[in-house]
Antibody, heavy 118, light 113 residues
């Protein structure tokens, strides 16, 4: 069974940093591309970032490019999101998502809440 | 970026009746080399993460009831629930994966009338 477990969320002040983690199990992690998606309270889904299986390709939404960095450690079956220069509008539940055989988002974690507030 | 626009924003349908949700992309998501539409549908129930329902615009994910179907091509797509059940109350999202920058529709909230 595929499992994705996010952690690292919490309360952070504007301008601060946070690092999210997503630990994967139940599938060959090193063979799949991964993504981060967020959902602000009461709002819709916003795709944030993609990383290929080998980390050779990384893409970002305009809203986070230059502030967020996606990475992975295939030896640890882990995906990361380094979030810097956080803003109030970054408050959201952050999900990691595994791609399927193509680029649809096949499996999702339960999410971790990030609150940016002074 | 490819903009995905869903309609309606909300929908109330009686149990057993058909529900139809539309999704329009600002440019075609049909990849000519393989004739596949890079369009997926997700269901999100309150307090839960999204769940993949449909990919390649019309391929039902394993385990998804056959009352859910996807159709359309190019820029116009539809998710149809043929006979609404109480457990189908959720927000539904379309998403394009044609571009390297994925985008979602704004979501359609489906309720029971």
């Amino acid at each position: 069974e595929v499992q994705l477990v996010e952690s690292g969320g919490g309360l952070v002040q504007p301008g601060g940093s946070l690092r999210l983690s997503c630990v994967a199990s139940g599938f060959p992690f090193s063979s799949y591309s991964m993504n981060w998606v967020r959902q602000a309270p009461g709002k819709g889904l916003e795709w944030l970032s993609y990383i290929s299986s080998s980390s050779s390709s990384r893409y970002y939404a305009d809203s986070v490019r230059g502030r967020f960095t996606i990475s992975r450690d295939n030896a640890k079956n882990s995906l990361y999101l380094q979030m810097d220069s956080l803003r109030d509008e970054d408050t959201a539940v952050y999900y990691c998502a595994k791609e399927g055989s193509a680029s649809y988002l096949h499996h999702w974690g339960q999410g971790t809440l990030v609150t940016v507030s002074s | 970026d490819i903009v995905m626009t869903q309609s309606p924003d909300s929908l109330a349908v009686s149990l057993g009746e058909r529900a139809t949700i539309n999704c329009k992309s600002s440019q075609s998501v049909l990849y000519s080399s393989n004739n596949k539409d890079y369009l997926a549908w997700y269901q999100q129930k309150p307090g839960q993460p999204p769940k993949l329902l449909i990919y390649w615009a019309s391929t039902r994910e394993s385990g998804v009831p056959d009352r859910f179907s996807g159709s359309g091509s190019g820029t116009d797509f539809t998710l149809t629930i043929s006979s609404l059940q109480a457990e189908d109350v959720a927000v539904y999202y379309c998403q394009q994966y044609y571009s390297t920058l994925y985008t979602f529709g704004q979501g359609t909230k489906l309720e029971i009338k």
